[in-house]
């Protein structure tokens, strides 16, 4: 157990639709990250979030968005959704917002979206 | 940009086996690197890291040396288990910048 917890952990929805996928970092992280993973794409950083500040922006969709609360949850917003957006969404925190030898990145367990 | 290059699988072995996973990486700075490994239905997990060149990083009988020379940080074991079946990632992050960059990832079986 990484101490990083997403939900939902699966989720099925329809083309169109919104969906917000929620995360809860390590005790102690300020950093929060959200990757994406797909079999055609692998994984791709999509964004990071820094003590409720947007730090490193990736391959993000503009139909996507996300947020770090003062609480340091973060969620994942993704709307219009396509089938193409079906995959595996990870978050991950670590306690530094800069890499360093010593900030290491702990992944949760992911949700499972899927579009039809 | 920055890019690790990894072996494609599926790599198939016998238990007891050696194994060895090759990765590669194009780095525009300094780089840390990670191999991570994905259990069938789980998420990510870190095995192991290496900060600097020559070090050794190692976790539950893997191992892997960070070469600058040849710009590559293999992962190897020893004697694999059916256990061990999963997907591995090696993956950097270069120093001032906080993302991991993933390769595409190798599956490993294990069989009996």
């Known amino acids: 157990d990484s101490g990083v917890t997403q939900t939902p952990k699966h989720l099925i929805t329809a083309t169109g639709q919104r969906v917000t996928l929620r995360c809860s970092p390590r005790?102690?992280?300020?950093?929060v990250y959200w990757y994406q993973q797909s079999l055609d794409q692998g994984l791709q950083f999509l964004i990071q979030?820094?003590?409720?500040?947007?730090?490193a922006k990736g391959n993000i969709l503009e139909r996507f968005s996300a947020q770090q609360f003062p609480d340091l949850h973060s969620e994942l917003n993704l709307s219009s959704l396509e089938l193409g957006d079906s995959a595996l969404y990870f978050c991950?925190?670590?306690?530094?917002?800069?890499?360093?030898?010593?900030?290491?990145?702990?992944f949760g367990e992911g949700s499972w979206l899927t579009v039809v | 940009g920055d890019s690790v290059t990894q072996m494609e699988g599926p790599v198939t072995l016998s238990e007891e086996a050696f194994l060895t996973i090759n990765c590669t990486y194009t780095a525009t700075g300094y780089p840390s690197l990670f191999w991570y490994v994905q259990y069938p239905g789980e998420g990510l997990q870190l095995l192991l890291k290496a900060t600097k060149a020559d070090d050794k990083g190692s976790n539950k009988g893997f191992e892997a040396t960070y070469r600058k020379e040849t710009t590559s940080f293999h992962l190897e074991k020893g004697s694999v288990q059916v256990s061990d079946s999963a997907v591995y990632f090696c993956?950097?992050?270069?120093?001032?910048?906080?993302?991991?960059?993933f390769g595409k990832g190798t599956m490993l079986l294990v069989s009996p």
């Open positions: 979030y820094y003590n409720g500040e947007e730090r």
């Open positions: 991950a925190s670590s306690v530094e917002g800069q890499g360093s030898g010593g900030n290491t990145i702990y």
């Open positions: 005790s102690g992280d300020l950093s």
């Open positions: 993956a950097l992050m270069v120093s001032g910048y906080s993302t991991l960059t």
